[in-house]
């Protein structure tokens, strides 16, 4: 059984930080591209951030760019999010997932094959 599990969201004001974690567990992630994404109410779910299986390259949408970091732990089932400067625009729930082998397509949710159920980032103004 695959699990992709977030942790880390929660309440917090403008220009505060929180930082996301991600566990995968139930097969070997290490050959896999993690990546976050993001799902407003009434809005597509969208990119946020994506690393590659090394670690040496890392991708970012626009609007997070310079105040979101992604990161791999140690063990390459882990992934973080280190957001910063967060904005109310930032409020949404927050999912991590694992496209196996994959190192095209980084943008769109149907390239990534696990998901995690989400945690819910709110920032107040």
């Known amino acids: 059984q695959v699990q992709l599990v977030e942790s880390g969201g929660g309440l917090v004001q403008t220009g505060g930080s929180l930082r996301l974690f991600c566990a995968a567990s139930g097969r070997t992630f290490s050959s896999s591209t993690m990546g976050w994404f993001r799902q407003a109410p009434g809005r597509e779910r969208e990119f946020v951030a994506a690393?590659?299986?090394?670690?040496?390259?890392?991708y970012y949408a626009d609007s997070v760019k310079g105040r979101f970091t992604i990161s791999r732990g140690n063990a390459k089932n882990t992934v973080y999010l280190q957001m910063d400067s967060l904005k109310p625009e930032d409020t949404a729930v927050y999912y991590c997932?694992?496209?196996?082998?994959?190192?095209?397509?980084?943008?769109?949710?149907?390239?990534?094959?696990?998901w995690g159920q989400g945690t819910q980032v709110t920032v107040s103004s």
């Open positions: 997932a694992a496209a196996v082998g994959k190192l095209v397509n980084l943008r769109r949710p149907p390239t990534y094959d696990y």
């Open positions: 690393i590659t299986w090394g670690g040496a390259n890392a």
